[in-house]
C-alpha cells in the first residue's frame, strides 16, 4: 500500500459552524487535497462521537476531510419539529447537496456510518452529490427484526440507564436527539421503509462494511448493497465486531478504507 502522505494526525480547522438548508451546523475541516472525504453519522452520532478516525484517515490519505453534525445532533441546532419517516432522504435530497455547496465540495468521498451510511447511498444518485465514491459501514437499506429489537433495547437503556447524561456530553438536547432516532424508527409506517430501489443509480465504486454481530442488521443488508448497485461493490465482513467497525475493529477498518480510498483516486486523478 502507497499512503499519499505521511500516516500521521492532520491539523484541523474547528469545529466552525455554517448554516445549512435553514439550520446552523457544526463541522470541522481537516485540509488537504480533493477529492473532499465527508463523513456521515450514525443515528445517535455526532461530529464529537466520531473521536479522532476522521483524523487518521484524513492523515494516510492526504485527503481534505469535512467532519459534521446533522440538524438536530451534536452542537448543531435543536430540532424544533419530530422526525418524519423521510428524515434520512431529506438528508441527502436538501441538507448534504447544500452543505456540499457552502463548503465548494464537488464529487466528495462519501464515508458514513448506519443511518449515515444510508443517507449516504440515497445520495450517490443526486446529480447534486455525485461522489467519486463511497465507503458504507452497517447501512441500512431495509428495515429488520433485530432492528427494531435493539431500538427498543436502547429505549428501555435511555430510560432506566445514565444513557441520557453520558448524550448530554456530546448533544445539545439529548432527549430531542434520542426520541428523534427512536421514535421515527418505531412508528409502524416505518416497517416499510426500503431504499433498495435507489441502488441501481449508484455508479461510483463502493466498499461496504459489516459486523458479523452488528446488533443492529444482518449481513443481508450488505448482500442488497452489493446486489444492487450498478457498479463494483467490495463487501468486507469483520468477525467479533459490532455495529461500529471504526470503534470495534479500528485497525481492520481503517486499513480496508484507506486502501479502497487511496487506490480509487490513484485510479480516478492519477495520484
Not at 469535512?66 to 424544533?80: E, K, L, M, P
Request: hydrophobic fraction near 40%; aromatic fraction near 8%; include cysteine.
Amino acid at each position: 500500500m502507497t499512503h499519499l502522505r505521511e500516516n500521521r494526525v492532520s491539523e484541523t480547522r474547528g469545529p466552525d459552524f455554517l448554516t445549512v438548508d435553514g439550520h446552523r451546523l457544526e463541522y470541522a475541516e481537516y485540509p488537504g487535497r480533493d477529492p473532499a472525504l465527508v463523513f456521515l453519522h450514525e443515528g445517535l452520532g455526532c461530529l464529537a462521537l466520531w473521536r479522532n478516525f476522521p483524523a487518521r484517515i484524513a492523515a494516510a490519505t492526504g485527503l481534505r476531510c469535512i467532519v459534521y453534525s446533522r440538524y438536530g445532533y451534536g452542537q448543531s441546532d435543536i430540532r424544533d419539529k419530530p422526525v418524519t419517516i423521510d428524515y434520512m432522504h431529506r438528508e441527502a435530497d436538501a441538507a448534504l447537496p447544500a452543505l456540499l455547496q457552502a463548503l465548494d465540495i464537488r464529487n466528495p468521498i462519501l464515508i458514513g456510518h448506519s443511518d449515515g451510511a444510508s443517507i449516504a447511498l440515497l445520495a450517490a444518485g443526486l446529480p447534486g452529490v455525485a461522489p467519486k465514491g463511497l465507503v458504507v459501514m452497517a447501512p441500512h437499506v431495509f428495515v429488520e427484526e433485530i432492528s427494531i429489537a435493539s431500538i427498543r433495547a436502547a429505549g428501555k437503556a435511555f430510560a432506566d440507564t445514565d444513557m441520557k447524561a453520558r448524550m448530554a456530553r456530546y448533544h445539545r438536547d439529548p432527549e430531542k436527539t434520542f426520541r428523534g432516532w427512536h421514535d421515527a424508527w418505531l412508528l409502524p409506517a416505518f416497517r416499510d421503509w426500503n431504499i433498495e430501489a435507489c441502488l441501481p443509480s449508484i455508479d461510483c465504486p463502493t466498499l461496504a462494511i459489516q459486523g458479523e454481530d452488528d446488533e443492529y442488521g444482518t449481513l443481508a443488508q450488505l448482500d442488497a448493497v452489493a446486489a444492487g448497485t450498478a457498479s463494483p461493490c467490495e463487501v468486507k465482513t469483520l468477525s467479533s465486531c459490532g455495529h461500529a467497525p471504526h470503534k470495534d475493529q479500528p485497525e481492520r477498518t481503517e486499513g480496508l478504507m484507506i486502501r479502497f480510498i487511496e487506490e480509487l483516486v490513484e485510479r480516478t486523478s492519477g495520484f
